[in-house]
RNA sequence: CGGCGAUUAGCGCAGUUUGGUAGCGCACUUGGUUUGGGUCCAAGGGGUCGCAGGUUCAAAUCCUGCAUCGCCGACCA
């Protein structure tokens, strides 16, 4: 590709709206921009990075024994309603009606489609088990797009499914899969870690994420130092200290704090550490059989936070997990947030393991503007039950056995779940078993977002000039930048040999063949990330050598101008 | 959905407080100059100042409403 035939579309300035460093450098390399919230349109050299990570995907899916297929983004009501998922799915839904007034969703997940195309078409065991997936477009009219392509409101997916007629049919597929995914991250370069995941509410008994480990990920893995664990904070079990609870040495004692409502002003107003002290947070309890909802609190220590999946998966808590109103609490207590504590409470109350073996601890008395010290379990409260409902934090022991947790944060990049029978169940999808008798098939779902690996590997692979690709992901692997060709004779007749002649050995290359000054051009180079840049310039010529630069590395080597086409595409394709 | 902020040329921004009919840098076009790391000079094209209504002799500027975009939070198979 030449350059001056091409939309280069760099940009020198950052557009403001862009937040973090793959954004901007997206934009400003020109491989996107933005449409509307969340919508983005693919320029040239984002496309082909985008065709890159589909096609190693597609190789791995592929090696792994899974079959390519299509589905359509419009999907019918009917089958979401059939699902139940047509209510449960929510606003992210996008529905819409064609012009006979007929319901439509559009698909932000095929499990439905994909459901109801097998229950037609697979009809034996014998069938069983099959891998099908899609490289498709995803709709999901997302809360709050954010990012760029990381959290867009449109954006493209891998999503198998398979299908099997038993649970450890399923769970060889489902190991298949996982190491089909590290071989496509291990290819596309990238840092990553498959954790350990909720299920959340799409059920089933086993979950994997697959996380790329960049500060802009939105979520917190936890991982050990000593083991393989690692898994989503939401996930990361917090084990019960093995110290013993204290006895008492002090006695129940109030003291005023009008001014103190959080933890930190407890700290800077009264010398209270957060970890002497606890947080008491009132939620929504589960709902009784007349469908009301009473209160419960959660206590959990000072310097640590509630883990709301842990919370509302307690049988107490009503799920999902809902912050009570201040209202509520006034109504129910007596006094307002910020003066709460388990002392005298007339409600369920559920401790963290970790609040549970403090002694002489510090909270709030249920009276505004007053805390109390030295409370003790069983002295001063004794009707209260103990769970994990804490995040864990660093340092914390590993829940495997061995070493202590580290937290680091991911981008979400793959997701693997066992479904089980969920669907199969709900949509009727079974084939005839050897026995002939009908039987629910079990399924998987794999899911890859080939986007935000885009996005992903810029936040792992970028500096102060702008994107380091990997020779996998890179739009071009080379790049020829001519130095002022339009003053020489031979140097536009040498840049367009080696041009034609790298095109011709299979080598995909931009070729600057604009009128701009050398700076120029190297910018534009180093800000799309091409991975080589062979320069041509008089100065080399005259020893009849051109310079080939590494954009990783910075590393210049000089080639022989008859010898650069062969050494440099071995250099490239060694790789 | 709640809180905060923004909206002026393709991009980044000034002008709004104090109303007088729009400007800067980059990009773009033309000419010259320069040439191994974002040259310099000159000339030029491009904006119903997010939309609607109001106040006024006069509105980018003041008032009201709406929309869009972003940030934080809540939410997120």
């Not at 930190?264 to 309890?285: C, D, F, M, Q, S």
């Not at 109350?349 to 009276?367: E, P, Q, T, W």
């Not at 790049?479 to 367009?496: F, G, Q």
């Not at 799309?528 to 100065?539: A, N």
Request: hydrophobic share 40%.
């Amino acid at each position: 590709m030449r350059t001056s035939q091409y939309i280069l579309a760099t940009l020198k300035e950052t557009p403001s709206d862009a937040e973090i460093i793959s954004h901007q450098l997206m934009l400003r390399a020109g491989m996107i921009r933005k449409l509307a919230s969340g919508l983005y349109t693919w320029l040239p050299s984002g496309l082909k990075v985008l065709r890159n990570v589909e096609k190693i995907v597609r190789e791995e899916m592929d090696n792994a024994g899974a079959i390519e297929m299509l589905m359509p983004v419009i999907q019918p009501a009917d089958l979401w309603q059939e699902s139940g998922r047509w209510e449960q799915f929510g606003p992210e839904l996008l529905r819409i009606t064609d012009r006979n007034n007929r319901p439509f969703a559009l698909g932000p997940t095929h499990e439905e489609v994909i459901t109801d195309f097998v229950r037609k078409e697979i009809n034996s065991y014998k069938q069983l088990p099959i891998t099908l997936y899609q490289v498709q477009t995803k709709v999901r009219d997302e809360v709050r797009p954010r990012f760029g392509v990381m959290r867009a409101r449109e954006f493209t997916m891998k999503d198998a499914y398979s299908f099997h007629l038993s649970e450890e049919c399923l769970t060889q597929t489902y190991q298949r899969m996982h190491q089909a995914y590290c071989n496509i991250f291990e290819r596309l370069g990238l840092d990553y870690r498959p954790v350990l995941a909720d299920t959340g509410s799409i059920g089933g008994s086993l979950s994997h994420e697959f996380h790329v480990l960049a500060e802009s990920g939105e979520d917190a893995i936890a991982f050990s130092d000593a083991s393989d664990y690692a898994a989503n904070i939401e996930k990361a079990e917090a084990l019960a200290p093995k110290t013993e609870r204290a006895a008492p040495s002090k006695e129940l004692n109030s003291f005023a704090t009008p001014e103190a409502k959080t933890i930190a002003e407890l700290k800077a107003n009264h010398g209270v550490k957060p970890h002497r002290g606890v947080k008491t947070l009132i939620v929504y309890g589960a709902a009784d059989e007349n469908e009301r909802r009473g209160l419960v609190a959660l206590i959990v220590r000072g310097d640590h936070d509630l883990n709301e999946l842990k919370a509302q998966s307690h049988d107490l808590v009503h799920s999902p997990l809902e912050m009570a109103k201040e209202q509520d609490i006034i109504s129910a207590i007596g006094a307002r947030p910020g003066s709460l504590g388990p002392v005298g409470l007339n409600m369920p109350v559920i401790v963290d393991h970790s609040a549970a073996v403090m002694a002489d601890f510090v909270a709030g008395a249920n009276k505004d503007g007053e805390h109390y010290s030295g409370i003790n379990w069983g002295r001063d409260v004794t009707d209260y039950v103990v769970a994990d409902i804490r995040n864990v934090v660093e340092g914390d022991p590993s829940p495997c056995g061995n070493g202590s947790l580290h937290i680091k944060r991911g981008v979400e990049v793959g997701h693997i779940f066992q479904l089980g029978t969920k669907y199969s169940e709900s949509m009727n999808a079974g084939v005839l078993g050897e026995s002939g008798k009908n039987q629910m098939m079990s399924m998987g779902c794999y899911g890859i977002g080939v986007s935000r690996i885009v996005a992903a590997a810029i936040e792992q692979n970028n500096d102060d000039y702008g994107i380091k690709w990997p020779l996998a992901l890179a739009p071009f692997s080379l790049a020829i930048v001519p130095m002022n060709m339009h003053k020489s004779h031979r140097i536009p007749e040498i840049a367009n040999n080696l041009y034609s002649e790298f095109k011709k050995a299979g080598i995909d290359i931009l070729f600057d063949d604009r009128k701009e000054r050398p700076g120029v051009m190297f910018n534009d180079m180093e800000l799309l990330g091409v991975p080589y840049t062979l320069v041509i310039g008089e100065r080399n010529l005259d020893n009849n050598q051109v310079e080939l630069k590494n954009r990783r590395t910075g590393e210049k080597r000089m080639f022989s101008i008859d010898d650069a086409v062969t050494e440099i595409c071995a250099l490239i394709n060694s790789q």
